[in-house]
């Protein structure tokens, strides 16, 4: 509930579509949203695992190393 961190703290979520978890990713993305902090989501294809785990990589270094 604090404003500041609101501005300052983002957050990056990645799943695949047919993960166990995508309900609660997109649920807490969702929450996230709505309490107005910036939060990008990534799905990818495919479960939770190593093909998954580098395609969000790539695309979260992408955005936390610029």
């Known amino acids: 509930d604090n404003a500041v961190n609101v501005n300052r703290v983002k957050f990056f979520l990645g799943d695949g ?17 709505r309490l107005g902090y910036k939060t ?21 270094a992408q955005v936390a190393f610029r």
């Not at 579509?17 to 949203?33: G, H, M, P, Q, T």
């Not at 989501?41 to 695309?59: D, I, K, M, N």
Request: one cysteine or more; glycine letters at 6%; hydrophobic letters at 35%.
């Open 17 to 33: 579509v047919n993960d166990s978890s995508i309900s609660s990713s997109e649920f807490l993305a969702a929450e996230l949203k």
């Open 40 to 60: 990008t989501v990534l799905r990818t294809e495919g479960t939770h695992g190593w093909p998954s785990f580098r395609r969000c990589f790539a695309q979260f």
